[in-house]
Each structure stands twice: as structure tokens, then as C-alpha cells.
């Protein structure tokens, strides 16, 4: 899913559109091979008995509810999860059938760090922390290309 352009006012330009980081598909793809063997190895063990298309049929069920909750409702929330950084506004929108959404204008940014572990770092990915007016720091988990991102939001925000 693109990001929604009706979001931006006139003149604003996007300087960089990110969806979370890749790692965060591992899981749900994990869970989709796990799920697809281990039906397919109950089905080949049921396929002799007299209630084997009885079985299958509880297979296919059970495997469909599985990846549809533990692989594509993932998927499709990772897909739906946009970090938007403009030439006016960091802009952040998440969820699926609810959605969630806060913009910040660059105005208001007073620093901008960089936090992520030797695997983040070995993937290209860290948690964005950015300090607004405000007491509370606000902080963006798994932004891929973190450091480009650190640095595109700094020349942004540095006049």
C-alpha cells in the first residue's frame, strides 16, 4: 500500500517514505513454512485411514486460521505502517482496520539520535529518537536505513 499523497498539504514534498525494517517479517515467515510442514507431514500421516479427507479438511482448516493470523495479518500490517519524513513534517501511520497516526513539524524537532544494536547495525536498522518542544521523547522502532534517515532528518531540520 503506496503512501496516501491526500495526506500532504500543498507544496509539501516527501524526502524519505519507510515501512519498519524486514526483520520484522522473519516471524511470520517462519511461521508459515512451520505451519505448511507440519500439515503436510499430519496429512501424510492420516492419508491411509478411511477419515483421511475428514482430516485434511481439519488440516487445511487449522493451517488457513494459523497463517492468516500469525503470517498475513503481519504482513499486511508491516505493508500498512508507513514513516514519512517531508520538507514540513515527520508523519507516522500504522494499523489496519484502526488507524493510528501523529505528525510532528520540523519546527518543533530540537535533536534528532540514533540508537541500535550490533544486529540492528549488521541488518541496517536502529530505533529513530526524536526530542521534540515537548518533554517526551518520541521514538521510532526498526527504521531501516536508520543512519540515511538520521541524517536526511538532520539536514531537514538544521537550517
Do not use: C, N
Not at 1 to 27: I, S, T, Y
Amino acid at each position: 500500500m503506496a503512501f496516501p499523497d491526500d495526506l500532504l498539504v500543498e507544496d509539501e514534498q516527501v524526502v524519505v517514505h519507510k515501512h519498519p525494517h524486514w526483520k520484522m517479517l522473519l516471524g511470520p515467515v517462519l511461521v508459515l513454512l512451520l505451519v505448511v510442514g507440519a500439515a503436510s507431514f499430519l496429512a501424510a500421516l492420516v492419508r491411509t485411514q478411511d477419515w483421511a479427507t475428514w482430516a485434511w479438511a481439519g488440516l487445511a482448516a487449522a493451517g488457513l486460521v494459523l497463517v492468516g493470523r500469525f503470517t498475513v495479518f503481519p504482513v499486511v500490517r508491516w505493508r500498512t505502517t508507513h514513516f514519512v519524513v517531508t520538507d514540513r513534517r515527520v508523519l507516522v501511520r500504522e494499523g489496519v482496520l484502526t488507524r493510528h497516526g501523529m505528525d510532528i513539524p520540523l519546527s518543533r524537532i530540537s535533536s534528532v539520535r540514533v540508537r541500535h544494536t550490533l544486529w540492528e547495525r549488521m541488518l541496517g536498522s536502529g530505533t529513530l529518537v526524536v526530542e521534540s518542544d515537548s518533554d517526551e521523547s518520541l521514538e521510532f522502532d526498526d527504521v531501516p536505513g536508520v543512519q540515511r534517515v538520521h541524517a536526511l532528518l538532520y539536514q531537514e531540520v538544521a537550517p
